[in-house]
């Protein structure tokens, strides 16, 4: 006889999706009709399943309240980007294309800024310390950071974004060590991580708190993230919400314009060099994106 019954997925793997409901963790297939309408379920998702025999179905992706092409998840309140200024360096960049990203859905980023023991990242944490993110200097080495960042964890669904090597799952292993998560090496040539973390997977750190690890990614990765239209892209810059609607032309974009109040605050040290540059490098690339190719 079938049941059916509600969960959220905790891990998606191969087409095996393992869904927590309050009957336990069950391991699901998904019905191949939510692939062809491009539901195709997402960890974080919360769905419902039907149960025959022992074996478990999504039926059904519940709505979502955001999601993200890369990292794969659903449904997330925050999202976590770590950077590090030593071995590998993070590029400004690469945090404000995800952080735009995540701004562009309205979900709110923290940055995790991780070897601190080994380089304390004095000009990373002031460019983000000035655009209002809030900011925290870690070490998953020492334990500096950790319990400031579980703070801010407790109570929501969260997850860990960053280039490889950064120390993502070795920050989930110091919030609890039970995981014994694999960590990998950072290339001394190179600078670069390797990828221990393979898939999206929730782990519970404690009452409805859930923290995502996500494969790492680097700068040519950076091309399969979600898009973000020309138009919207200045809202997804938090620090540019000051001087919206100031600028001579209300279709001002902030490139060229006389008058631009985006670039006079650029200019008067009140929004990063590195932010606005890489505001350009964005709209540039999504100027480049055909509306027909969203449909």
């Given at each position: 006889?079938?049941?059916k019954?509600t969960?959220?997925?905790?891990?998606?793997?191969?087409?095996?999706?393992?869904?927590?409901?309050?009957?336990?963790?069950?391991s699901?297939?998904?019905?191949?009709?939510?692939?062809?309408?491009?539901?195709?379920?997402?960890?974080?998702?919360?769905?419902e399943?039907s149960l025959?025999?022992?074996?478990?179905?999504?039926?059904?992706?519940?709505?979502?309240r955001?999601?993200?092409?890369?990292?794969?998840?659903a449904?997330i309140?925050?999202?976590?980007?770590?950077a590090?200024?030593v071995?590998?360096?993070?590029?400004p960049?690469?945090?404000?294309?995800?952080?735009?990203?995540?701004?562009?859905?309205?979900?709110?980023?923290?940055?995790?800024?991780?070897?601190?023991?080994?380089?304390?990242?004095?000009?990373?944490?002031?460019?983000?310390?000035?655009?209002g993110f809030?900011?925290?200097?870690?070490?998953?080495e020492?334990?500096q950071?950790?319990?400031?960042?579980?703070e801010?964890?407790t109570?929501?669904?969260t997850?860990?974004?960053?280039?490889?090597?950064?120390?993502?799952?070795?920050?989930?292993?110091?919030?609890?060590?039970?995981?014994?998560?694999?960590?990998g090496?950072?290339?001394?040539k190179l600078?670069?991580?390797?990828?221990?973390?393979?898939h999206?997977?929730?782990?519970?750190?404690?009452e409805?708190?859930?923290v995502?690890?996500?494969p790492?990614?680097?700068?040519f990765?950076?091309?399969?993230?979600?898009?973000?239209?020309k138009?919207?892209?200045?809202y997804?810059?938090?620090?540019?919400?000051?001087c919206l609607?100031?600028c001579?032309f209300?279709?001002c974009?902030?490139?060229?314009?006389?008058?631009?109040?985006?670039?006079?605050?650029?200019?008067a040290?009140?929004?990063?060099?590195?932010r606005?540059?890489?505001?350009?490098?964005?709209?540039?690339?999504?100027?480049?994106i055909?509306?027909?190719?969203?449909?």
């Amino acid at each position: 006889m079938e049941q059916k019954t509600t969960g959220r997925i905790l891990r998606s793997l191969s087409g095996f999706y393992d869904v927590q409901t309050e009957a336990g963790l069950i391991s699901c297939r998904a019905r191949g009709i939510l692939r062809k309408e491009g539901r195709s379920p997402l960890t974080g998702d919360l769905v419902e399943i039907s149960l025959e025999r022992g074996k478990g179905m999504v039926e059904k992706v519940l709505p979502r309240r955001n999601s993200f092409i890369r990292p794969a998840i659903a449904n997330i309140d925050a999202l976590v980007i770590f950077a590090a200024n030593v071995n590998p360096i993070t590029e400004p960049y690469l945090i404000d294309r995800v952080a735009a990203i995540a701004g562009d859905q309205e979900v709110p980023v923290y940055l995790c800024v991780n070897k601190c023991d080994l380089d304390p990242a004095d000009g990373l944490v002031g460019i983000y310390e000035r655009a209002g993110f809030p900011v925290i200097r870690a070490s998953a080495e020492t334990g500096q950071g950790v319990e400031r960042l579980r703070e801010l964890l407790t109570g929501k669904l969260t997850a860990f974004t960053g280039n490889s090597g950064v120390g993502k799952s070795s920050m989930l292993n110091r919030l609890c060590p039970e995981l014994n998560l694999a960590t990998g090496t950072v290339s001394e040539k190179l600078g670069r991580g390797r990828h221990t973390t393979r898939h999206v997977q929730l782990y519970r750190l404690g009452e409805d708190t859930y923290v995502a690890d996500t494969p790492g990614f680097s700068a040519f990765d950076t091309d399969q993230m979600d898009v973000i239209l020309k138009e919207n892209l200045q809202y997804a810059f938090s620090d540019f919400a000051p001087c919206l609607g100031r600028c001579r032309f209300d279709d001002c974009t902030h490139r060229a314009e006389p008058d631009c109040a985006v670039r006079a605050a650029v200019e008067a040290g009140r929004i990063g060099k590195s932010r606005y540059d890489s505001y350009l490098r964005l709209y540039e690339k999504a100027s480049q994106i055909k509306t027909w190719e969203l449909k």
